[in-house]
T-cell receptor
Framework: GAVVSQHPSWVICKSGTSVKIECRSL??????MFWYRQFPKQSLMLMAT?????????EQGVEKDKFLINHASLTLSTLTVTSAHPEDSSFYIC?????????????FGDGTRLSIL | AQKVTQAQTEISVVEKEDVTLDCVYE???????LFWYKQPPSGELVFLIR??????QNEISGRYSWNFQKSTSSFNFTITASQVVDSAVYFC??????????????FGPGTSLSVIP
């Protein structure tokens, strides 16, 4: 079945560092990918929709300059958390669509746990 | 606007008991899709089911069953003869649109299920 790979799975870094998270669709092309953030014991909150070859669409309240999204190819989207601070510590999950018509769910990556010290 | 409510924050059951997880949704669209996902402690999201708004048939898959009632805007999930491996957070989710995997998915707050041996 379709697989979405997310890397790294865990990252710990110092405050002020920029962190890049990759989301790859391994066996299909994904023109659209989604980025979610999940704080402990909370739900997944959609951050942005990543569109191949164009600018991402951010949800209300998400800082575009803080969370840079690049979708340069049909199999790769990246999320860069710029100048990360402890409050950015969270679980980040991406998903990708493999559209074969109606009835297809998104495929989720395994997530990235980001800890900012 | 879309909204998904899961009133049960945490549920504990003894192994082999049946348990029902409630989900109530709000949408203005006549075409929409409902999902259930499982998130075990390891964090990855496991897709369980997808149902469109035109299909009110209940579904059974092994020990899992789903009851979709448009009249009450509910899409409840029942686990029969629960097992310890069922312990996880379960999310109900909703998407509006054409039903492709490119549509935004909005997640409910989740229900944390603990199955006690």
């Amino acid at each position: 079945g379709a697989v979405v790979s997310q890397h790294p799975s865990w990252v710990i870094c110092k405050s002020g560092t920029s962190v890049k998270i990759e989301c790859r669709s391994l066996d299909f092309q994904a023109t659209t990918m989604f980025w979610y953030r999940q704080f402990p014991k909370q739900s997944l909150m959609l951050m942005a929709t990543s569109n191949e070859g164009s600018k991402a669409t951010y949800e209300q309240g998400v800082e575009k300059d803080k969370f840079l999204i690049n979708h340069a190819s049909l199999t790769l989207s990246t999320l860069t958390v710029t100048s990360a601070h402890p409050e950015d510590s969270s679980f980040y999950i991406c998903s990708a669509g493999q559209d074969r018509g109606a009835g297809q769910p998104q495929h989720f990556g395994d997530g990235t746990r980001l800890s900012i010290l | 606007a879309q909204k998904v409510t899961q009133a049960q924050t945490e549920i504990s059951v003894v192994e082999k008991e049946d348990v029902t997880l409630d989900c109530v949704y709000e949408t203005r669209d006549t075409t929409y899709y409902l999902f259930w996902y499982k998130q075990p402690p390891s964090g990855e999201l496991v897709f369980l089911i997808r149902r469109n708004s035109f299909d009110e048939q209940n579904e059974i898959s092994g020990r899992y069953s789903w009851n979709f009632q448009k009249s009450t805007s509910s899409f409840n999930f029942t686990i029969t003869a629960s097992q310890v491996v069922d312990s996880a957070v379960y999310f109900c989710a909703l998407s509006e649109g054409r039903g492709t995997s490119y549509d935004k998915v909005i997640f409910g707050p989740g229900t944390s299920l603990s199955v006690i041996p």
